[in-house]
């Protein structure tokens, strides 16, 4: 069916306030992963998750970023205590199978402004 | 020195155009290659995926990997202004490790 969606597309917050970032897979699909990417520049992995499980989350750039996925789907990054240098899109990918020819599809992602 | 370099361009070709985008590595580790299209505002999506060394063709697109000398090009033969858009390359290191390093990404601007 449909894609990957993440909401809000659009998120503006003051510093200091607490955000989160939803992410909905392809249906099915195995692995979830998270990144930021930042204007002119490649995505940057944060993390990512087999079933409900977070594999890895090397990526996250300090201890004010987590993330869950509690039932195997449904993903949300959660940003603390935001600050100005946390602008940027975060985007969020999804696969069918782990490892291998792992084909990724991301999703529209979502534009974060601290001010 | 980044795990994976690539020109940031942009680039402008005319239309029918043979393009050329590269990426090079320093990571020996890495086994599987590349390469995403984003169009502007948008997420990336795959364009082709390799195994090790060699080339893959896909329609007017050919991925090459040179292992050896950790060089990987994507090829774009007969240029269309559709193809306009950010090209980033991505790699990974054996089967089964799902962490993907992507290299900042080429402008390509095809010129009708």
């Known amino acids: 069916g449909a894609g990957v969606s993440q909401s809000p597309r659009y998120k503006v917050t003051k510093r200091g306030q607490d955000v989160a970032l939803r992410c909905d897979p392809i249906s099915g699909h195995v692995s979830l992963y998270w990144y930021r990417q930042a204007l002119g520049q490649g995505p940057e992995f944060l993390t990512y998750?087999?079933?409900?499980?977070?594999?890895?989350k090397s990526g996250l750039p300090n201890d004010r970023f987590s993330a869950e996925r509690p039932e195997g789907s449904i993903s949300t990054l959660t940003i603390q205590r935001t600050e100005q240098r946390d602008s940027a899109m975060y985007r969020c990918?999804?696969?069918?199978?782990?490892?291998?020819?792992?084909?990724?599809?991301f999703g529209p992602g979502t534009r974060l402004t601290v001010l | 020195q980044k795990e994976v370099e690539q020109d940031p361009g942009p680039l402008s070709v005319p239309e029918g155009a043979i393009v050329s985008l590269n990426c090079t590595y320093s990571n020996s580790a890495f086994q599987y290659f590349m390469w995403y299209r984003q169009y502007s505002r948008k997420g990336p999506e795959l364009l082709m995926y390799?195994?090790?060394?060699g080339n893959k063709e896909d329609g007017r697109f050919t991925a090459q990997v040179d292992k050896s000398s950790k060089y990987i090009s994507l090829f774009i033969r007969d240029s269309q202004p559709s193809d306009s858009a950010t090209y980033l390359c991505a790699m990974v290191p054996s089967g089964g490790y799902q962490k993907v390093t992507f290299g900042i990404g080429t402008k390509l601007q095809v010129i009708p």
């Open positions: 998750f087999n079933y409900e499980a977070q594999q890895d």
């Open positions: 990918a999804s696969s069918l199978i782990r490892g291998g020819e792992n084909t990724q599809y």
């Open positions: 390799t195994y090790s060394s």
